[in-house]
């Protein structure tokens, strides 16, 4: 029978995610697989724990990846945190805000949205405003927003959130490990990420946190969390515990990846990791400008890993990126929701946000266009 | 800073999984990462699809990996398949059919359980006594319990539910590609496994499948499934819709390992792979039994992959574990629950089932003892 992993091409990924993969993180996925409870895997453990709370700028006890993708980073949040008929703010703009609606809906809280136009942020007044007229138990906004490229203000909303008693939850799946994350500053209850944006690694794990004031609200539930696979207060004893009681079997070389994805950000230096992305942004920027093409989203909101551009009149979305993948072997992401046909998304996220990558994409888009 | 990863060393992994890992599945897993749209991926996850199929026995269109691992294959088994109070019974004589109740219990379900004893299997009079009296939606078994080491009598249970509304689901966690499973003969409704046991493939991921009967219980519910991440609703369109619509980013590279995976199984043939796993059982009960350790299941139900041996008196458990990890650089199970300290579970499973690989342990206990 023909082996269909013959045929993968080595394609640049530069879309939405997942982003290019470091070799040495492909090589340490290929390191050969230890138990879940052998004391040199407990070892690797504790040192991606110990990495993960460098990077969040937290003391949080509570900080492990979660066995799944960055959307079950986002389930195990939402379903150890939120008890039925709990009251949730969401704040949307964009894919993932309505995404996380969807979720506490699901788990039968009592949810309130604020929705502010695709492509711009999260307007902080009106978090003031909402946050006056009720009570919530749970606040809940993405960090940097995937489907259109924006930043919100993150630290000004945990500013308002200081002595009320709502939990603070960030959705990081796009910013973690390429822009700065201050959790205990900036007042962050909860927050969730994904490995295949700016970690530079494969898909498959979802780093977590949880403050100790969100920790307090799990163990205060009145009902078990309903959902045994993501139960953290089972999860904590098998990271965590002086027992390392078994809980389920851990993905074990996708954990080897995500320590050496850590490991390099650790070597070339926090700040370096973030210089790099902003640079490769405004290389781009720069170089689409040339080209005629601008960018959805207005300069002081923009992300640097995530970059929505506006389609040139005349352009056929889905042939240029077709052809991008075809011949160039370039991936790049379509428009999501109301943006589809309408903007391009081009990622510089981690391994990535090289110049090399902008110019051949630059090079790509001018000979296409 | 010192990389941990530099410490792993390769051990024999003969406990109750992850089992040994072939090299080419190592391989596979360090091949450049592709968009989860590529369209050289979505080849990729047909040609799973496939050889699932075919491995199965089964046409169920619904046949897909699930993006965790087998523990999280239970989680979606149950939460798409039980509504709040439907009658559930789960047949149990191990840890992972107790699992299963706290599962079922954890999602409003009235749940019902009958209980053997541990290293003994299900009776079948008892299921046949027990659905007389009530009209059940669903009735779950473990197939091969990790725990103790028995094959439950799933065929018979499959008869017995033939013209019933029950929902029959089917844990085939250590059993799926180590034994035969028949899933349209044996009358199976829902199944779901891991990777890091009989597929020799590192633990992430839990292959699923859910007949049409299973399909039209899930369409049929009055509320939404409880959990966006493991929502299959959503899932099945991605896996199988004809617009591949983007629900959450697969783990890629997790995939190409499983792909690869089920490709050696093919390659080798199904009938070859599971006589292998009997041959090696075969040597390693008669090796055992040259240095006076017996088995604790009757030969009648013993699993050739999961082996539960009854420690020798004298012998210290932990201390027989802990040097046999640490100089002879195997792995081996210890027992849980109540048969903590008195057994030790020996895997067969996948590419550890090798002559080898069974004498190396025999001659390392011989020492030991």
Known sequence: MENVLDTIEEITLMGPGPSCVHPSVLTALSKSTLGHLDPSFISIMDEIKTLMRGLLHTGNQLTMPVSGTGSAGMETAFVNLVEKADKVLVLINGVFGMRMQDVAGRLGADVDTLAFEWGTPVVVDDVKTALAKKDYDLVAVVHAETSTGVENPVAEIGALLKDKKAIFLVDAVTSFGGMEIRMDDWGIDALYSGTQKCLSCPPGLAPLSFSDKAVEKLKNRTDKVPNWYLDLTMLMNYWDGATRAYHHTAP???????????????????????????????LLVKGLAELGIDMLVDSACRLPMLNSVNIPEGADDAAVRSTLLKEYKIEMGAGLGPLAGKIWRIGLMGHTARPENVEKLLAALKALL
């Open 252 to 282: 074990i070389n996708m954990l080897y990846g995500l320590y050496q994805a850590l490991y390099l950000i650790h070597e070339e230096g926090e700040t370096a990791v973030y210089q790099r992305h902003r640079d490769n942004h405004t």
